[in-house]
């Protein structure tokens, strides 16, 4: 019913910046809170940004003052700007959104795109 798409991801010299994106889609009611996650090779998943439907934000300390989450709620979009990136920030970026659906608004669910690669050069 819900699908996230990210793009955005590639490969970058270290001190770069990349700009990851995740557009929801389907049968949306609202869009609820948006997140960015990631998974280094071999490592759990792990939470690095956090954005309420009010703009509300929360960061992971690896990434603060580094990486902005933003979204626009008309296109239902997440962004992830990330500069002076480092080669600890290579991982599959994974983007989840809390939905809830035109069939029942009243209950938001989560839902996961398929990731995207960051992988950060020395």
């Known amino acids: 019913q819900v699908q996230l798409v990210e793009s955005g991801g590639g490969l970058v010299q270290a001190g770069g910046s990349l700009r990851l994106s995740c557009a929801a889609s389907?049968?949306?009611?609202?869009?609820?809170?948006m997140c960015w996650y990631r998974q280094p090779p071999g490592m759990t998943r792990e939470l690095v940004a956090t954005?309420?439907?009010?703009?509300?934000?929360n960061y992971a300390a690896s990434v603060k003052d580094r990486f902005t989450i933003s979204r626009d709620n008309a296109k239902n979009t997440v962004y992830l700007q990330m500069n002076s990136l480092k080669p600890e920030d290579s991982a599959v970026y994974y983007c989840?959104?809390?939905?809830?659906?035109?069939?029942?608004?009243?209950?938001?669910?989560?839902?996961w795109g398929k990731g995207t690669l960051v992988t950060v050069s020395s």
């Open positions: 954005i309420t439907r009010g703009g509300t934000t």
């Open positions: 989840n959104a809390n939905v809830a659906v035109i069939e029942d608004p009243m209950k938001g669910m989560d839902y």
């Open positions: 389907g049968m949306i009611f609202s869009v609820n809170a």
